[in-house]
T-cell receptor
């Protein structure tokens, strides 16, 4: 089993829709969680950190469920510019190097 | 301000050739990471530097891969006797330390094609 698993998609939704996807992780000792966004043939960029209490940034909401070992990303009122691959990232411990990226979920927003 | 830069952006090597990939991190960033990203996959960790010290090289796939950061700034990833399976995008990222959020800033990557 992969340490970090994501549904590869693609998710193809109309502009204005709400879309959500999950990411599961296998190591219960994981401490930090993030969502990165990667546009086609570009580098990954941090979208948001995921806190235990959940967090919201505009149209984006991230949640953490430690008991079930998954994190989620919800995008409301989706825009064409949200089309990208969303990478789930899990840090396994206190060392900065123990960072695992998921394979990404592809999202395509259609007009 | 200037972000992370990498050079070359594209590299085509014949199987068996040696290649050197350069990363210029954000000025003042103590942590530097190298990742390998295959098509359709997420970045896979290769190695990590804190200043000039290589603290983790557990992700390097073989002894053909070597990385250095001699002065704690610019880093070079060297691949000797390249093989076709080495074809990938090599991403460099840097981060401030101590890192409260572990946010990493990525460079544009070097796309390596081994023919």
């Amino acid at each position: 089993r992969k340490e970090v698993e994501q549904d590869p998609g693609p998710f193809n939704v109309p502009e204005g829709a709400t879309v959500a996807f999950n990411c599961t992780y296998s190591n219960s000792a994981s401490q930090s969680f993030f969502w990165y966004r990667q546009d086609c043939r570009k580098e990954p960029k941090l979208l948001m950190s995921v806190y235990s209490s959940g967090n919201e940034d505009g149209r984006f909401t991230a949640q953490l469920n430690r008991a079930s070992q998954y994190i989620s990303l919800l995008i409301r009122d989706s825009k064409l510019s949200d089309s990208a691959t969303y990478l789930c990232v899990v840090n396994k411990g206190s060392s900065a190097s123990k960072i695992i990226f998921g394979s990404g979920t592809r999202l395509s927003i259609r007009p | 301000g200037a972000g992370v830069s990498q050079s070359p952006r594209y590299k085509v090597a014949k199987r068996g050739q040696d290649v050197a990939l350069r990363c210029d991190p954000i000025s003042g960033h103590v942590s530097l990471f190298w990742y390998q990203q295959a098509l359709g996959q997420g970045p896979e960790f290769l190695t990590y530097f804190q200043n000039e010290a290589q603290l983790d090289k557990s992700g390097l796939p073989s002894d053909r891969f070597f990385a250095e950061r001699p002065e704690g700034s610019v880093s070079t990833l060297k691949i000797q006797r390249t093989q076709q399976e080495d074809s990938a995008v090599y991403l460099c990222a840097s981060s401030s330390f101590p890192a409260n959020t572990y946010e990493q800033y990525f460079g544009p990557g070097t796309r390596l094609t081994v023919t």
